[in-house]
């Protein structure tokens, strides 16, 4: 039986079928600081592993920011040895990257950096109205380091994110909606973190084993051409058929 309680410090995590994680940590407005990094982790993969959570939802308690980005104090006086030797994102990375579990993400206020790029990892995502996206790592002489340039264009397409990426500039939700990048805008914080609930809510209301298959499907769609993607994704469709949830949608359909 999965505890209802966990201590955690910087965030805090509610499990459900919808399981929901919820940076708190307003002094450093979320930034990814070690012990931040660590919680994510660990929140993200209790949903893993909780046979009941059908999806996260992955918000900030901090009207200000969903996530300021890396700890800047974590890059003093470090070279690139020390970064190949003690990747620090590495974990975050993969776990969010691999997560089998469809994620919605609720942005308010600013994603910086990282913190876009946590978002940029997610499933499905939703801001306020309120909400600047950015990636102003050229500011530091640097590069976005959690896959902003890679998932950005995907996204976006190239010159919508060589745009945004060259200029350090910040996105505003409207332009965010514009290019696609987020699927919904939300008029406040309180109304944001009430439809990225529900979002996540109505996904976790479907078949696990179909959720798993989807997300896989599309994701296969980041890394193939279009036909090898097809020939995937038929051969994740047919074994559908035989699990309980497709058996009992397909006859209460009909």
Do not use: W
Not at 37 to 42: D, H, S, T
């Amino acid at each position: 039986r999965i505890a209802r309680h966990f201590s955690f410090k910087g965030i805090t995590y509610e499990p459900g079928r919808n399981a929901l994680i919820t940076m708190n940590t307003p002094k450093g407005l979320n930034c990814l600081s070690s012990e931040m990094k660590n919680e994510l982790v660990a929140a993200l993969l209790l949903a893993e592993k909780d046979p009941q959570a059908k999806a996260v939802t992955l918000l900030s308690s901090v009207p200000k920011a969903f996530c300021a980005g890396a700890n800047i104090k974590d890059f003093t006086n470090k070279t690139t040895g020390d970064f190949l030797l003690n990747d620090i994102f590495e974990e975050l990375a993969y776990t969010f990257a691999n997560s089998k579990k469809p994620i919605v993400a609720g942005v308010n206020g600013v994603a910086l950096g990282g913190g876009f790029e946590l978002a940029l990892l997610c499933d499905i995502l939703v801001c306020s109205k309120e909400a600047q996206f950015g990636l102003p790592e050229v500011k530091l002489g640097l590069i976005p380091g959690i896959g902003g340039t890679q998932r950005f264009p995907k996204l976006v397409g190239k010159h919508n994110a060589m745009r945004y990426i060259l200029t350090a500039d910040f996105i505003s939700s409207e332009r965010a909606l514009q290019m696609g990048l987020v699927s919904e805008v939300f008029p406040s914080f309180e109304e944001l973190h009430k439809g990225a609930k529900e979002i996540g809510n109505k996904v976790a209301g479907y078949s696990q084993t179909a959720l798993i298959a989807a997300k896989a499907a599309v994701r296969l769609s980041e890394e193939l051409g279009v036909s090898a993607g097809v020939r995937q994704e038929r051969q994740m469709f047919y074994p559908l058929f035989d699990t309980r949830g497709t058996k009992e949608g397909t006859a209460a359909f009909v």
